[in-house]
């Protein structure tokens, strides 16, 4: 019998977006552990939650969200973020 390999992980981040730097491309998230957690994103990142896609995170401060991303340290770059829809 094949050995099975792995399911590749994913790399996700879930938390709070703390706030959008539209300038340098990067996002703020607080999460569940108080860490503020940055990440990079592009004009490729899919974008679920938010009206305008990517640019309607600047309108989504203090949402709950989960990012997909590739890379580590500085170099994260999101690859897919949802947005969670605010409770009323």
Do not use: C
């Not at 994913?10 to 709070?16: L, M």
Request: charged share 25%; aromatic share 2%.
């Amino acid at each position: 019998m094949p050995a099975e390999r792995p399911a590749a992980q994913a790399n996700t981040i879930k938390g709070e977006l703390v706030r959008v730097d539209a300038a340098t491309k990067m996002l703020v998230v607080k999460t569940a552990l108080g860490a503020e957690e940055k990440i990079l994103y592009n004009d490729a990142t899919k974008v679920t939650g938010a009206k305008d896609g990517v640019a309607g995170l600047a309108n989504a401060s203090n949402s709950n969200v989960t990012i997909k991303f590739t890379g580590t340290g500085a170099d994260r770059l999101a690859t897919e973020i949802t947005v969670d829809k605010k409770q009323p």
